[in-house]
């Protein structure tokens, strides 16, 4: 998935993926992804010394859980590289 950013170490890396896509408001993909039935979550997170580190203002949180499948990965690959087209024509 070109143009994403993911925070955080990749070593041990847990459920959870924080990560912003150029060119895209976080809130928006968040928006975009809503009518996908796919909840994430956006903003700043209650993380300020985070954003301060990786100079943003906010970004995308999603994670998965014992419950999700790899359809549901692959759903939410697949939607996230439509809402990009979408966002960026």
Known sequence: LNKIKIYG???NKGAIIS???DGI???DLGAML???NIAIRTGHHCAQPFMKC???SG???MSVGVYNTKDDVDYFIKSIDEVKKILKS
Do not use: L
């Open 9 to 11: 170490p990749n070593q």
């Open 54 to 56: 990786f100079n943003i």
């Open 25 to 27: 408001h976080n809130s």
């Open 59 to 61: 970004n995308a949180r």
């Open 19 to 21: 990560f912003n896509i």
């Open 34 to 36: 809503d009518k996908k």
